[in-house]
T-cell receptor
């Protein structure tokens, strides 16, 4: 079956703009998590959604938000972009009851100029 | 959150076994031990997880110390494709949600 897909794969924005990233989980997976990966901070958890509800949130400012739709697809939004938001944004999905096995997508590489 | 300590890097010869150590001295009784790996230019990939007993799957084995303060991921025959960053992660999923707290991991190099 198809894996986790993320669009777009690459994105260039300028400071102050906002951006929306999309994630389509594996069919049947209702849990979707987002992570930010940077060389300095490594992989950091942003938030997790299940059945259109945010269940868990990491330590990121309110400029980072997300949502999940009824088909489990998820979007992540970052407003008022800063240079430090340049990163690889990864989405992962998993089955409820098997949350330990998260399947990651290839990520969206965001560059903020 | 309980923390893990891993060596920054390790090397292995191809087709030899690899033992990747992880120390987690502050582990609580309900923390599961997970291992993920990240190949170059890819998202992380689940490898294995366990609680108290040693675990085996098609990818690797997980050996857990009796006091659970350390664990070892064992790759039985390293291949070039196993070159990756390996993350040892603790998590208690009893709350019904799930998040992975990644450390720096161990970068494994496999020498042909």
């Amino acid at each position: 079956k198809a894996g986790v897909t993320q669009t777009p794969r690459y994105l260039i924005k300028t400071r102050g703009q906002q951006v929306t990233l999309s994630c389509s989980p594996i069919s049947g997976h209702r849990s979707v998590s987002w992570y930010q990966q940077t060389p300095g901070q490594g992989l950091q958890f942003l938030f997790e959604y299940f059945s259109e509800t945010q269940r868990n949130k990491g330590n990121f400012p309110g400029r980072f938000s997300g949502r999940q739709f009824s088909n489990s697809r998820s979007e992540m939004n970052v407003s008022t972009l800063e240079l430090g938001d340049s990163a690889l944004y990864l989405c992962a999905s998993s089955l409820e009851g098997e949350l330990y096995e998260q399947f990651f997508g290839p990520g969206t590489r965001l560059t903020v100029l | 959150d309980a923390k893990t300590t891993q060596p920054n890097s390790m090397e292995s010869n191809e087709e030899e076994p690899v033992h990747l150590p992880c120390n987690h001295s502050t582990i609580s009784g309900t923390d599961y031990i997970h291992w993920y790996r990240q190949l170059p230019s890819q998202g992380p990939e689940y490898v294995i997880h366990g609680l108290t007993s040693n675990v085996n799957n098609r990818m690797a084995s997980l050996a857990i110390a009796e006091d659970r303060k350390s664990s070892t991921l064992i790759l039985h025959r390293a291949t070039l494709r196993d070159a990756a960053v390996y993350y040892c992660i603790l998590y208690y999923s009893g709350a019904g949600s799930y998040q992975l707290t990644f450390g720096k991991g161990t970068k494994l190099s496999v020498i042909p």
